[in-house]
């Protein structure tokens, strides 16, 4: 019973990381490519990196949506079935 409950919370753990890393890393290549061109450009300008970051994150989720969506369902149709499982 309580090596069950730690898989899921590793599961739960993975699936967290599963699901925040796309956009997590596209943030993170975008905001070092924006980085280097304002560093070899000199052009300082905030919203320069700020927009193109959004607009990355924003189609890297819409892209990986069908996707996050099976993992997160998958998820918690094993949730549902073990109920039974930990009410004993």
């Known amino acids: ?3 069950e409950l730690i898989k899921l919370g590793i599961e739960t753990f993975k ?3 599963y699901l925040g890393l796309p956009a997590l890393m596209t943030g993170m290549i975008l905001g070092l490519a924006v980085s280097i061109f304002q560093a070899t450009t000199q052009i300082n300008e905030m919203t ?3 927009i193109p970051k959004i607009i990355g994150v924003v ?3 819409i892209v990986t949506m069908p996707w996050m969506l099976n993992l997160t369902i998958e998820f918690s149709e094993r949730i549902f079935n073990y109920i039974p499982k930990f009410v004993q």
């Open 15 to 17: 699936l967290a990381l």
């Open 1 to 3: 019973m309580e090596s």
């Open 59 to 61: 189609v890297v989720m």
């Open 48 to 50: 320069l990196s700020f």
